[in-house]
């Protein structure tokens, strides 16, 4: 098998007593979705926070193309390739949704410290910011600052975002939530096809788009992983039924 | 397109540049001093809205770097005058550009120390750092009898620009005004370049800026420098119009004057500052002359701007910022 793109390992963080992320060891390879799923307070979000940098695991190691992580900063990783969009939609709000895509260009060219040139005349930034926008259809929405835009429409300007980078692996932090059936059926085929680009660590509730897309899925419990396999063996193991999917297999 | 903002700004820039004119055919030189004073606070205040316009930093210690330019202006020019050599044997210098340069260096390397240290906190903990910074400074110039202490400094002949005669009123408006014009176009620039994008972003988003892979400390910090320069420019001229520099220019008071200049003009507008100073000085040489309380009255516009017209007064004419 290749080499694992995302390789986490033995990650750990406790707060006080609360073990958060307990011995935790995910892989991500090319090509694949793999889907993290678990009840609430299972310890998504604090390995989230651990895998971008807002927060510090106690031990353990991220790797990302073969290269440690898990002592970078936020912005540091995100330069590594770490492309992620956010379970809250975080955006520039005053920003248009163009501008939002064009400063993450401007992050990937690697060049904000320049002083002269006015961005908007830049085709540079633009041209390829309204080519990110257009492949998840927000391109007749350019111009409407992100404060402006619907739920669902800020969703895909997180991941016209994340596709203006230059990315080695995508984080999508419940990309789904609040889409609605239709939208949720559009980015799920939009992702199906993303995976080729580079992989995805898809932390998701919805279970439909789970089964649909993940080549593989973990199930994290208490901040331990109880079982990692494909979507069949998931549905099937025992332990997971009990402990999370219930109706749903 | 010409947006409404641009034709606003075009007229502002326009009156103010033809009052001093105007004031000088019917015989009203005081007038023109009011000119001058409003663009050198304009200028002031266009520096401070690099870092709280455009980046959110509510710095309450810009007084520093006002002040610190009015002082190697008056230490410059003392020097010069006295003969005294200063150090390595540098008798000092009369010429604004020589000056305005030493300036800009002196108050950015102070920028850069302060900024360093206190653009680690923000929110409350920045505005009093910031605060707290300026008041060393405010008390170091108090308890340095060289440059006259708490007396402060006088400039008994105005510092002189290549090829014009800076004594002449209308001269050295035109100084000033040139000055501010320069000062505006480098904030558009810097607005409206790669830099700036990052900048306001950084004061919308800061995860957001973090998460495309741009570092948010080293914005901030260049932001704050560049503000602080440009408001030491600023300091330069008013001690040259003043012909005299004291502590007061350092004092918390002149920070929370460029900071209410900048909200009652528009927060990050290009020309909010020039609209705040040209309120500010109207009003205070308005409501002055009839009560010693006018800042009473100041008050009062401030508390209406913040509860009803939150984009100063730019924003009321001009509507709304839009960001492309």
Sequence with gaps: ?249 | MISREFLINGVLALLLLAVPFIASAVGQPFTITLATRIAILALAATGLNIALGLGGLVSFGHAAFFGVGGYVAGILSSHAFSGDPMIFGFEGSKQMLLIWLTAAIVAGLLGLLIGVISLRTSGVYFIMITLAFAQMVYYFAISWPAYGGEDGLSIVVRNQFPGVNTMRPLTFFGVAYGALIVGLGLFAMIRDSRFGAALQAVRQNEVRVASVGISPLPIRLTAFVLSAMMTALAGCLYADLNRFVSPSMLSWHMSGELIVLIILGGTGRLFGPVAGAMLYVVIESALGGITERWQFFLGLILLATVLFARGGVIGLLAGKARHG
């Design chain 1, 1 to 249: 098998m290749a080499e694992p793109v995302l390789d986490i390992k033995g990650l750990r963080k406790n707060f006080g007593a609360l073990k958060a992320t307990d011995d935790v060891s995910i892989s991500l390879y090319p090509g694949e979705i793999h889907a993290l799923i678990g009840p609430n307070g299972a310890g998504k979000s604090t390995l989230i926070h651990q895998i971008c940098g807002t927060l510090r695991q106690d031990q353990g190691s991220i790797r990302l193309a073969g290269k440690e992580i898990g002592n970078l900063g936020v912005a540091e990783r995100a330069r590594k390739g770490l492309g992620r969009t956010f379970q809250i939609s975080s955006l520039a709000v005053e920003f248009s949704a163009l501008r939002n895509v064009m400063l993450a260009v401007q992050a990937r060219q690697g060049s904000s410290f320049r002083f002269l040139r006015p961005v908007r005349s830049d085709r540079n930034l633009v041209d390829e910011a309204m080519d990110r926008l257009s492949r998840v259809g927000l391109a007749e929405r350019a111009h409407i600052p992100a404060g402006e835009l619907s739920h669902g429409e800020k969703r895909q300007l997180e991941i016209a975002i994340a596709l203006a980078l230059d990315v080695k692996a995508f984080l999508l932090d419940e990309p789904m939530a609040g889409m609605g059936p239709e939208g949720s059926k559009v980015l799920t085929g939009f992702l199906a096809k993303l995976r080729q680009e580079a992989p995805i660590l898809l932390v998701e509730h919805d279970m439909d788009a789970v089964f649909a897309l993940a080549d593989r899925i973990s199930v994290l419990v208490y901040g331990r992983i109880i079982a990692t396999g494909t979507v069949e063996e998931i549905r099937r193991d025992p332990v997971v039924r009990t402990a999370y999917l219930g109706d749903h297999a």
